[in-house]
């Protein structure tokens, strides 16, 4: 599902280059639900970014859902990121002036989803992770974990293949995190869908992954078998 | 993504932003409502003064005469220029000695009847109205005061311009009231009449109303036959227009002199003592005894009518484009302002063979066709004057108004343009993190391109569409009130508008709108897809 060959990722600013990620390897089966763990600044989010088409590497291949990434142009990305990635940030990153339902139905406004079709599909989503009540409140009149719920539907409304997952508990409290940890692998294995998750907090990669990825310094500390 | 949902969600983009798109279309309304304000009122305006231009009769008048006829090319002596000078002074001055030596040797050219009738005949032309120049003296009846002027143009001019003075007199009534409808008793007095006649403070001006006018319309003794004066001496005043079948029937004779057997001596003798061309005046034939008025002292009486003085005339004064218009088709302006049905029975009863028909005045079906028919005058030899340079010269004046504003109103949109290109670059400096989640999410820069463009186009068709209903308002606002000050002013309705909106001008100014709106958001679409996702989603 996820192939990744001897990824560097070097970041230029004027006359120094950061290496966040240093000749990296890895492999994930569909299906499965990995934790990237690390450190502030061990690489995890740069490669997060890179599976989700965000960011290109500078040196290496990276092979997701059967596409090779670094053979994308713009345009094959931005579908690539619509069809086959569903991204979970920390922040929400919903959009503020828009109702959940709004914020749910956009990936699926953008892949061209007739409007009632989309609706229904968003609604669903949102009952799914027990917003329906919820559908037309704007996200500042949600809270941190309804809001976080949010971005989780919107991850999952158009059944992507892999769901990518950015430290999603890292602006919530202990009990939230927990539940929407739930909701999470519960949505992820009813669509039968690979899960990335990055967190720096082992606890949690432990108690919600089948596999750890451990990285630091922008290489593969353990827990890739490839 | 469908355009539809693009299109949905600028419309949801800009609702949702409602105080920045309120901002934005302020300023598009502004430029728009300055832009349709514009062409609709230079057309309105232009519209607007051929409107009162159709309505002033008088304008549409043509005043041709026959001309002057020089007897001869002055000889070269006459042109002779002497001095050093550059050849142009030279030739401008030979050309106004030319022009003063044919004056005094050309022969001025009566109208004949046949003439002017024939005129009256061609396209565009309703009426001609044949206008005689006849002196008259008028005065008090109870003989307080005796003013003796030449005031017909007086006849003329209310024959010719009855409309125009009717409506002008409107608001020129300095005393008293305008003439009813069927007044042929009454008479208006110029300020300047009134003067004459003794009314010269303006406390004692409003005394002259009520009281009883006698006019005697005469004329040149050298354009009166014999005839007329032995008919004046024979009969009672006035009894030459109840005898003027008597003097017909002599014109007759006359004509068919030369069908009789009489010798050609006794045939000529007859002709000189019918047209007195020969014969001098005598003295008390002479209507008018003042020594040293040379004008006056050719005068023969015609005829006596006396009216009622119902109200004063303002004498000249600024009174705009119409007051002017008046000013150049009367001239001075008459000092007695008749009802025009007496002026025209005046006319009726006058024999013009001794009224001298020194002119005509045409009356054209519209203003644009004034400059054929002046041309046609000019080649069948007539000499003519009309109004319309004054409304070329006008026209010129509007059109250059209109591409004047036209620039002004184009660069308060290029204006609002930049600012608008200004706000949309800010609002997408604001909205970076919403890209940067779309972009996340998978839209294309083209999604993002669409939907920037999207919503300045959208601003500016509502922004257009709303300047339409704004400029609308307004004009009916500005309408209200400059007709009403214009009918105050000239005291007759005025049916005209200001502001004339053309589907053509809307359309334009939607099109303009929107294309000025779409290109000032090109910068900042292209900016927001050039953002890179990552970055935008983390900037605050």
């Given at each position: 599902?996820?192939?990744?060959?001897?990824?560097?990722?070097?970041?230029?600013?004027?006359?120094?280059?950061?290496?966040?990620?240093?000749?990296?390897?890895?492999?994930?089966?569909?299906?499965?639900?990995?934790?990237?763990?690390?450190?502030?600044?061990?690489?995890?989010?740069?490669?997060?970014?890179?599976?989700?088409?965000?960011?290109?590497?500078?040196?290496?291949?990276?092979?997701v859902?059967?596409?090779?990434?670094?053979?994308?142009g713009?345009?094959?990305?931005?579908?690539?990121?619509?069809e086959?990635?569903?991204?979970?940030?920390?922040?929400?990153?919903?959009?503020?002036?828009?109702?959940?339902?709004?914020?749910?139905?956009?990936?699926?406004?953008?892949?061209?989803?007739?409007?009632?079709?989309?609706?229904?599909?968003?609604?669903?989503?949102?009952?799914?992770?027990?917003?329906?009540?919820?559908?037309?409140?704007?996200?500042?009149?949600?809270?941190?974990?309804?809001?976080?719920?949010?971005?989780?539907?919107?991850?999952?409304?158009?059944?992507?293949?892999?769901?990518?997952a950015?430290?999603?508990?890292?602006?919530?409290d202990?009990?939230?995190?927990?539940?929407v940890?739930?909701?999470?692998?519960?949505?992820?294995?009813?669509?039968?869908?690979?899960?990335?998750?990055?967190?720096?907090?082992?606890?949690?990669?432990?108690?919600?992954?089948?596999?750890?990825?451990?990285?630091?310094?922008?290489?593969l500390?353990?827990?890739?078998?490839? | 993504?469908?355009?539809?949902?693009?299109?949905r969600?600028?419309?949801?983009?800009?609702?949702?932003?409602?105080?920045?798109?309120?901002?934005?279309?302020?300023?598009?309304?502004?430029?728009?409502?300055?832009?349709?304000m514009?062409?609709?009122?230079?057309?309105?305006?232009?519209?607007?003064?051929?409107?009162?231009?159709?309505?002033?009769?008088?304008?549409?008048?043509?005043?041709?005469?026959?001309?002057?006829?020089?007897d001869?090319?002055?000889?070269?002596?006459?042109?002779?220029?002497?001095?050093?000078?550059?050849?142009?002074?030279?030739?401008?001055?030979?050309?106004?000695?030319?022009?003063?030596?044919?004056w005094?040797?050309?022969?001025?050219?009566?109208?004949?009847?046949?003439?002017?009738?024939?005129?009256?005949?061609?396209?565009?032309?309703?009426?001609?109205?044949a206008?005689?120049?006849?002196l008259?003296?008028?005065?008090?009846?109870?003989?307080?005061?005796?003013?003796e002027r030449?005031?017909?143009?007086a006849?003329?001019?209310?024959?010719?311009?009855?409309?125009?003075?009717?409506?002008?007199?409107?608001?020129?009534?300095v005393?008293?009231?305008?003439?009813?409808?069927?007044?042929?008793?009454?008479?208006?007095?110029?300020?300047?009449?009134?003067?004459?006649?003794?009314?010269?403070?303006?406390?004692?001006l409003?005394?002259?109303?009520?009281?009883?006018?006698?006019?005697?319309?005469?004329?040149?003794?050298?354009?009166?036959?014999?005839?007329?004066?032995?008919?004046n001496s024979d009969?009672?005043?006035?009894?030459?227009?109840?005898?003027?079948?008597?003097?017909?029937a002599?014109?007759?004779l006359?004509?068919?002199?030369?069908?009789?057997?009489?010798?050609?001596?006794?045939?000529e003798l007859i002709?000189?003592a019918?047209?007195?061309?020969?014969?001098?005046?005598?003295?008390?034939?002479?209507t008018?005894?003042?020594?040293?008025?040379e004008?006056?002292?050719?005068?023969?009486?015609?005829?006596?009518?006396?009216?009622?003085?119902?109200?004063?005339?303002?004498?000249?004064?600024?009174?705009g484009?119409?007051?002017?218009?008046?000013?150049?088709m009367?001239?001075?302006?008459?000092?007695?302002?008749?009802?025009?049905?007496?002026?025209a029975?005046?006319?009726?009863?006058?024999?013009?063979?001794?009224?001298?028909?020194?002119?005509?005045?045409?009356?054209?079906?519209?203003?644009?066709?004034?400059?054929?028919?002046?041309?046609?005058?000019?080649?069948?030899?007539?000499?003519?004057?009309?109004?319309?340079?004054?409304?070329?010269?006008?026209?010129?004046?509007?059109?250059?108004?209109?591409?004047a504003?036209?620039?002004?109103?184009l660069?308060i949109?290029?204006?609002?343009?930049?600012?608008?290109?200004?706000?949309?670059i800010?609002?997408?400096?604001?909205?970076?993190?919403?890209?940067?989640?779309m972009?996340?999410?998978?839209?294309?820069?083209?999604?993002?391109?669409?939907?920037?463009?999207?919503?300045g186009?959208?601003?500016?068709?509502?922004?257009?569409?709303?300047?339409?209903?704004?400029?609308?308002?307004?004009?009916?606002?500005?309408?209200?009130?400059?007709?009403?000050?214009?009918?105050?002013?000239?005291?007759?309705?005025?049916?005209?508008?200001?502001?004339?909106?053309?589907?053509?001008?809307?359309?334009?100014?939607?099109?303009?709108?929107?294309?000025?709106?779409?290109?000032?958001?090109?910068?900042?679409?292209?900016?927001?897809a050039?953002?890179?996702?990552?970055?935008?989603?983390?900037?605050?």
């Open positions: 599902m996820i192939i990744a060959k001897n990824v560097t990722r070097t970041y230029t600013g004027g006359s120094e280059s950061v290496v966040a990620l240093n000749d990296l390897s890895i492999a994930i089966d569909a299906g499965e639900r990995v934790a990237l763990l690390g450190r502030s600044g061990s690489g995890k989010t740069t490669l997060l970014n890179l599976l989700a088409g965000l960011d290109r590497p500078t040196t290496g291949s990276l092979e859902a059967g596409r090779s990434l670094e053979m994308l713009g345009r094959q990305m931005a579908d690539y990121r619509l086959s990635i569903g991204v979970v940030f920390q922040s929400f990153q919903l959009i503020p002036q828009r109702s959940a339902l709004q914020n749910v139905a956009l990936p699926l406004i953008l892949a061209g989803v007739p409007h009632a079709k989309r609706l229904t599909m968003a609604e669903q989503a949102l009952r799914r992770v027990g917003l329906g009540s919820r559908m037309k409140h704007q996200p500042f009149q949600l809270s941190g974990g309804e809001q976080q719920r949010v971005a989780i539907a919107r991850a999952i409304v158009n059944e992507p293949p892999v769901i990518l950015d430290e999603p508990t890292g602006n919530l202990s009990t939230t995190s927990g539940e940890m739930e909701l999470l692998l519960e949505v992820v294995a009813d669509n039968k869908a690979t899960l990335v998750l990055v967190t720096h907090d082992r606890e949690l990669a432990n108690g919600f992954s089948t596999r750890i990825i451990e990285l630091a310094d922008g290489r500390v353990c827990g890739d078998e490839s | 993504m469908k355009l539809s949902d693009i299109a969600m600028a419309f949801l983009n800009l609702w949702s932003r409602k105080r920045r798109t309120i901002l934005n279309l302020a300023g598009i309304v502004t430029g728009c409502t300055m832009l349709m514009t062409f609709a009122g230079t057309r309105g305006v232009a519209d607007g003064i051929h409107a009162i231009i159709d309505q002033t009769e008088g304008v549409r008048r043509i005043g041709f005469y026959a001309g002057w006829e020089p001869s090319e002055p000889p070269e002596e006459v042109l002779e220029v002497h001095g050093e000078m550059s050849e142009e002074r030279r030739e401008r001055i030979q050309q106004i000695l030319r022009d003063q030596w044919l005094e040797h050309g022969t001025y050219s009566e109208l004949e009847r046949d003439d002017y009738e024939a005129v009256a005949d061609w396209d565009h032309v309703i009426e001609v109205i206008g005689s120049s006849i008259c003296r008028y005065e008090l009846s109870d003989g307080s005061t005796v003013v030449l005031s017909e143009d006849r003329e001019g209310r024959c010719d311009t009855a409309s125009l003075v009717d409506m002008a007199t409107g608001e020129r009534i005393a008293g009231r305008r003439l009813a409808p069927d007044d042929h008793d009454g008479v208006l007095v110029s300020e300047i009449g009134a003067y004459f006649l003794g009314f010269q403070d303006d406390a004692e409003k005394n002259i109303v009520g009281k009883t006018l006698r006019v005697e319309f005469s004329t040149f003794s050298e354009r009166v036959s014999i005839l007329t004066r032995i008919l009969f009672e005043l006035g009894n030459i227009f109840e005898n003027t079948e008597l003097l017909l002599l014109k007759q006359m004509n068919s002199l030369d069908e009789t057997d009489l010798s050609d001596e006794q045939k002709r000189n019918l047209t007195g061309d020969a014969i001098p005046q005598s003295d008390d034939e002479v008018n005894k003042e020594e040293g008025d004008q006056s002292d050719d005068l023969i009486k015609i005829k006596v009518l006396e009216f009622t003085v119902k109200g004063v005339v303002r004498s000249g004064g600024d009174d484009l119409l007051s002017f218009l008046n000013q150049v009367r001239d001075e302006g008459p000092e007695l302002l008749l009802h025009p049905e007496i002026i029975s005046l006319r009726d009863e006058y024999p013009d063979e001794y009224g001298a028909i020194s002119h005509a005045s045409g009356l054209v079906d519209h203003v644009e066709n004034l400059e054929a028919v002046e041309s046609k005058l000019s080649e069948k030899g007539f000499e003519s004057y009309s109004a319309g340079w004054i409304i070329d010269r006008v026209d010129r004046q509007i059109r250059n108004a209109k591409i504003i036209s620039l002004l109103a660069l949109l290029l204006i609002t343009a930049i600012s608008l290109t200004n706000t949309m800010i609002a997408v400096m604001e909205r970076t993190p919403e890209f940067g989640i972009k996340a999410l998978g839209a294309r820069n083209g999604h993002l391109l669409t939907l920037m463009l999207c919503e186009a959208i601003t500016g068709v509502i922004g257009a569409m709303v300047s339409v209903a704004v400029s609308s308002g307004l004009a009916n606002l500005i309408d209200g009130f400059v007709r009403s000050y214009v009918e105050r002013r000239m005291g007759y309705p005025f049916d005209a508008t200001i502001f004339h909106f053309s589907s053509t001008d809307i359309l334009l100014v939607l099109g303009v709108a929107f294309l000025v709106c779409t290109l000032a958001g090109i910068i900042p679409a292209f900016r927001a050039r953002l890179d996702p990552v970055v935008a989603m983390q900037r605050k």
